[in-house]
């Protein structure tokens, strides 16, 4: 639940539009409305008209945005609750998680300029990624019912920084290949995505190794 915090307005506008009424604050809605965005999200990535892979990117980013936007509001208006501690990191995983998949299933994303060998690694990064959320997941689990907190380290900031720009890049990519093929600017797009994915898998597992080591006592409890 939300605490009081003196150094607030509550009779402002502003903090009336934020706090809303009961849990559904602004913060939470935002985080819902990241959720109503994922199958949006997925609905233009696969329908065939020109320039729809930019169309996903804006939905993506929106929908990051609105990641950033609700815990800074959250945090200023000290509207944190217990529904949104629970919706936010669900929602902020489903979407790359999504984004993830869904690039995937496209083999051009990989083999348009580095071969087939390039869907293996692609999708081994893609695998690290979700087993290291679904492992610290569990870990925290065990913690939560032990009664101990564990905070997100830096690592894991960067973890998540690395993926949201190698999505954002392959998305770009996506959609500068199939108006201009392989140029060499498309190119670089595609090897910068690439690279970032790469780079986040690298982090995710350095960000679960931390994880885990830094709080081993949890598994000792």
Known sequence: MAKDNKNI???????????????????????????????????????????HYFVALAV????????????????????VTNLGKFLDPIADKVLVSSALIVILTVPSYFTAFLGGWAM????????????????????????????IVIAAD???????????????????????YEIFGGAVGVQVVNYIGLIM????????????INYIVKNIAVLKV
């Open 9 to 51: 307005d509550k009779s402002s506008r502003a903090y009336k539009i934020a706090a809303g009424r009961g849990v559904m604050n602004l913060p939470n809605k935002l985080t819902i409305a990241r959720m109503i965005m994922i199958p949006v999200f997925i609905l233009f990535f696969y329908l065939n008209f020109a320039g």
């Open 60 to 79: 993506f980013a929106i929908a990051s945005f609105t990641d950033l936007l609700d815990g800074k509001i959250a945090r200023r208006y000290n509207l």
């Open 120 to 147: 293996i690694v692609g999708g081994c990064c893609v695998v690290v990624i979700f087993a290291r959320e679904l492992i610290v997941s569990g870990f925290r689990m065990v913690a939560a019912d032990a009664g």
């Open 154 to 176: 830096k690592i894991g900031k960067f973890k998540t920084v690395a993926q949201d720009i190698s999505i954002i890049m392959l998305l770009l990519f996506g959609g500068f």
């Open 197 to 208: 994915l790469a780079a986040a898998a690298i982090l995710t597992v350095i960000s679960g």
